[in-house]
């Protein structure tokens, strides 16, 4: 058993990975300025894992509270996912996301070394791949950025290999494909604040009612539907990679990798899928592309397999029904007994 700290814990895919470290009988110190997340979660995220985390509220940009964080626990490993991570609202406020993304994992980092904490787990994306077209991306993939949220990522994953070169840090880089879903239980998920940017949520709030129609941007990509093709990921899943993420670097083995199934999915089959889980058609209308989208996307997951041992095993249509679920229990203000 070992204690974990999770930066931006209380956050989508930080909740959940609490949930799963938990289980896996670590104990958990979340730090989280709870700018986009809603501290009601802790609650939820306790209900589901049996225990709740210990939460310290700020941000991993103040220094001072990161070393009083280590000083009064024993941190044996770090992963740190507290970050902005919006592709469009990086481009038109690059400079917040330079501050935060980057200048706060260098904060991140001076703290633990002072502390002599050098394991650190970081949430990177498969974005830094820029378009790599219609293959299998492999973790060698040349790496690119196309805009200031994948510059940061990209800059994050330069800084923790130059300083692993000079000091002992022990890193395990993973590049999340798709991530979507929620946790079965109906507890925790997905929570946007305002208009989602990404396609799952804004699906899901179509089959709630919250929004008309989803748009979908051009059918005209040379995929099967003509419509984009990605690589979605169970939350759940991913969850479990960092878990057995963080374990490997206990075990003194750094990794870099791409955290995806291997299959990619369009538009179209993810808007059936969820129809399926809400059991009704939904609407939608198809219009212009969108700037900087590619075509297909998906991962090559063997190195994942062959480190960590890991392999996502849920399918689309349980990160529908996972999703469905999820948006029933919070318009119910959770207290559906069986969110089914
Ligand atoms: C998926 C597909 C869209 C919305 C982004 C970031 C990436 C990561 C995940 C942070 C595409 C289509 C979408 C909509 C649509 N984020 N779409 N209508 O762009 O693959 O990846 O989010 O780490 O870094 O780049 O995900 O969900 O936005 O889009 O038709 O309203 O859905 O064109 O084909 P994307 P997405």
Known sequence: MACILL???????????????AEAGHDVVILDDFSNSDPGVVARMGRVA?????VVRGSVLDEALLGRVFAEHRIDGI???AALKAVGESVERPLDYFSTNIGGLMTLMR?????????????????????????AVPETAPRSHTNPYAFTKLTCEQMLEQAAAAEP??????????????HPSGLIGEDPRGLPNNLMPYVAKVAIGALPELQVFGDDYATPDGTGMRDYVHVVDLARAHVASVEALLD???HTLNIGTGRANSVLELVEAYGRAAGRALPYRVVGRRAGDV????????????ELGFEATLDL????????????????????????
């Open 295 to 306: 075509a297909i996307t998906y991962a090559d997951p063997s190195r994942a397999r062959a």
């Open 79 to 81: 992963i740190h996912f």
């Open 317 to 340: 249509d349980a990160m529908c029904r996972d999703s469905w679920r999820w948006m029933r229990a919070q318009a119910s203000g959770f207290r559906l007994n069986d969110p089914e």
């Open 7 to 21: 930066t931006g814990g209380a956050g989508y895919i930080g909740s959940h990975t609490f949930v799963a470290l």
């Open 111 to 135: 703290a633990a070394r002072a502390a002599g904490v050098w394991r650190l787990v970081f949430s990177s994306t498969a974005t830094v791949y820029g378009d790599p077209g219609d293959r």
């Open 169 to 182: 840090w022990c890193v395990g880089v993973l590049r999340y494909f798709n991530p979507v879903g929620a």
């Open 252 to 254: 003194g083995r750094a």
């Open 50 to 54: 049996g225990r709740e985390p210990t």
